[in-house]
């Protein structure tokens, strides 16, 4: 059973530059959480999806930052007009249900890095 | 703003001895998940718990879940060289606000041979 997949590992961009980082939950998971993880900070929550909407993007910055996750395919993040702050760990994590309380399983995370 | 406070940062000990670290907030969360990070990965999740009072243990971690639901403990006995990792806690609030887990920001744990 495989687990969260996300791609790519690692990314390279150039300031101003759009970046595309994909997740594929786990099998029967239909809830999606993305993380950021910047150097020497904790994971941040950053949003969370089902199947074509948008539950909670509380911790989504205001601009450049979208989410989404299609009936079809897998869940992405975008970014866009990227800046060095971007440059961190990308993480997505999926569950079966979403209801508190839940499990998260992560993917192994996506190293954006902003030239 | 919920906050995980961890500790220690940092722990450095011999292979065979016992350690315990902490998970402490001023919140209360409906459930706390471990989790361990290898360098390069994404966090592995060791066992979640949600009874206040609650005990797990996996193997040498014994995991408890404070009475009132704000802190958490992890202890490993006799640690083993490959128990060496970032070992994370995580709270899931319950009623509104974020669905996403808040994290600590962890404890760095090497166990020297």
């Known amino acids: 059973n495989a687990g969260v997949m996300q791609n790519p590992r690692h990314l390279v961009r150039r300031r101003g530059q759009e970046a595309r980082l994909r997740c594929s939950p786990m099998k029967g998971h239909s809830h999606v959480y993305w993380y950021r993880q910047l150097p020497e900070e904790g994971l941040k929550f950053m949003v969370y999806?089902?199947?074509?909407?948008?539950?909670?993007e509380s911790g989504m910055p205001k601009e450049r930052f979208s989410a989404e996750f299609p009936k079809e395919g897998p869940s992405i993040l975008r970014i866009q007009q990227v800046v060095r702050g971007d440059s961190a760990a990308y993480f997505c994590?999926?569950?079966?249900?979403?209801?508190?309380?839940?499990?998260?399983?992560f993917g192994p995370g996506t190293r954006l890095t902003v030239l | 703003t919920q906050l995980l406070e961890q500790s220690p940062q940092f722990l450095s000990i011999q292979e065979g001895e016992n350690l315990t670290v902490y998970c402490n907030s001023s919140?209360?969360?409906?459930?706390l998940q471990w989790y361990r990070q290898e360098p390069g990965e994404g966090p592995v999740l060791l066992v979640t718990?949600?009874?206040?009072?609650e005990v797990k243990k996996l193997k040498r971690l014994t995991f408890q879940f404070g009475d009132a639901r704000k802190d958490s403990s992890l202890h490993i006995t006799a640690a083993q060289t490959g128990d060496t990792g970032l070992y994370l806690c995580?709270?899931?609030?319950?009623?509104?606000?974020?669905?996403?887990?808040?994290f600590g920001k962890g404890t760095h744990l090497i166990i020297q041979p």
């Open positions: 919140s209360v969360f409906s459930s």
């Open positions: 999806l089902q199947k074509e909407n948008i539950i909670d």
């Open positions: 995580a709270g899931a609030t319950s009623g509104g606000g974020a669905d996403g887990l808040t």
């Open positions: 718990v949600v009874t206040g009072g």
């Open positions: 994590a999926s569950s079966p249900r979403g209801r508190r309380p839940d499990t998260q399983y």
